[in-house]
């Protein structure tokens, strides 16, 4: 059973950075794609980056393609989202996610495990 637990979150003003942490246990990493979304209040949880642990390929949402930056520490077991240049539309919820796959999925229905979440606010 794998498990998921999100750390990093915090407060931050506008233009500034964060890096979020998922660390990862109970499987095979290589065999998983891992997946960061987000939810805010009122609005569909929706997708932000996805990468596959075996060959690194990524995706990343329109919304933050050149501010944020999935990756992943093998030694650690950990997958990292590094968001910069942050604005207050990217407060929100995020969650890693996990799957078996040998692809990088963007659907969150695609995804098998969940972590808790991580706030994450944004000043103006």
């Known amino acids: 059973q794998v498990q998921l637990v999100e750390s990093g979150g915090g407060v931050v003003q506008a233009g500034g950075s964060l890096r979020l942490s998922c660390a990862i246990s109970g499987s095979t990493l290589s065999r998983y794609a891992m997946g960061w979304f987000r939810q805010s209040p009122g609005k569909e949880r929706e997708f932000v980056a996805a990468?596959?642990?075996?060959?690194?390929?990524?995706n990343y949402a329109d919304s933050v393609k050149g501010r944020f930056t999935i990756s992943r520490d093998n030694a650690k077991s950990t997958v990292y989202l590094q968001m910069n240049s942050l604005k207050p539309e990217d407060t929100a919820v995020y969650y890693c996610?996990?799957?078996?796959?040998?692809?990088?999925?963007?659907?969150?229905?695609?995804?098998?495990?969940w972590g808790q979440g991580t706030q994450v606010t944004v000043s103006s």
């Open positions: 996610a996990a799957v078996i796959s040998i692809w990088v999925p963007i659907g969150q229905h695609e995804y098998d495990y």
């Open positions: 990468l596959n642990w075996s060959h690194g390929g990524t």
